[in-house]
């Protein structure tokens, strides 16, 4: 059974941070952003996790394997580069998506996104060593079929954008909502989706739906691991025999 461990990582009242002491330069603001995600992402992927962009401000990362003294490290290691600050809520659960609700609540109690009273709080408890297994993490890692010839040599750049854009929102609301799973596009055609325990119908169902919702065909690689970087390497394996054998739908465990 899944036993998914998920960090919230939210930039310490950084709204008013933007506009202090007036707005600063927007293109400033995009290149720090890009900066520390790619850090988050460096840190916690040497360590086997994964971390999502989601909304810049907020990201989330699938974090197995990473203690609580890893996550205290990240925060100094960026408290002393950057001129932000983290904090960060961590919690694990069969469900991702209960999960992340309940790394989201340690941070929101810790007070507010625009609280300049908190800074660097880190809450939480993490998957002790003892107690990992080979199938904690379960991710899926989705790409539109042929993305290529259908869209990307045929459209416009930003026609191609609005097409995928719909497939990948459509997708991220039928996974929370019908499944349980936290869905996070990561460039391309690409869309990687942390789930809990499904199986090979649920995949059909979810590639089904959204043919129907916004006719985007989809095919997907599942896999299995310890860590995010397991499973999502097994996902990406699976994903590969959906493109050498033309199936929608490979689970690889
Ligand atoms: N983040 C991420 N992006 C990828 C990955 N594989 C492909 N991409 C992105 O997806 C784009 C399209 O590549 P493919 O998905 O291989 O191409 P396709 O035309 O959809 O062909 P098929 O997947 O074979 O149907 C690439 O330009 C990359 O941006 C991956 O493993 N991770």
């Not at 002790?128 to 379960?138: C, L, P, V």
């Not at 129907?212 to 996902?235: I, M, N, P, T, Y």
Request: aromatic fraction near 8%; charged fraction near 25%.
């Amino acid at each position: 059974m899944t036993n998914t461990q998920v960090t919230l990582v939210q930039i310490d009242n950084y709204g008013p941070w933007t506009v202090t002491p007036e707005p600063r330069r927007e293109a400033d603001l995009q290149t720090l952003q890009s900066r520390l995600y790619a850090d988050i992402s460096q840190f916690v992927g040497n360590r086997d996790g994964y971390t999502f962009f989601t909304r810049f401000d907020n990201m989330v990362a699938v974090t197995n394997g990473l203690d609580l003294e890893d996550h205290a490290l990240l925060q100094e290691s960026v408290g002393n580069r950057y001129p932000v600050t983290l904090s960060l809520g961590v919690a694990t659960g069969t469900s991702p998506v209960q999960a992340l609700a309940d790394a989201t609540e340690l941070v929101q109690e810790a007070g507010s996104a625009q609280d300049k009273n908190r800074r660097e709080c880190l809450e939480g408890r993490v998957v002790e060593d003892a107690h990992q297994a080979d199938d904690d993490i379960q991710i899926a890692h989705f790409d539109v079929v042929d993305a290529t010839g259908n869209y990307t040599d045929e459209l416009n750049a930003f026609d191609t954008f609005i097409e995928i854009e719909q497939g990948y929102a459509e997708l991220m609301r039928h996974m929370r909502y019908a499944h349980d799973s936290l869905s996070f596009f990561v460039g391309g055609d690409n869309i990687i989706v942390v789930c809990p325990d499904l199986g090979e119908a649920e995949y059909e169902e979810a590639i089904h739906h959204v043919q129907e919702a916004v006719d985007v065909e989809l095919q997907v690689g599942v896999g299995r691991g310890k860590s995010a970087h397991d499973a999502g390497f097994a996902a990406k394996h699976a994903l590969e025999t959906c493109r050498a054998d033309g199936t929608r739908v490979e689970l690889e465990w």
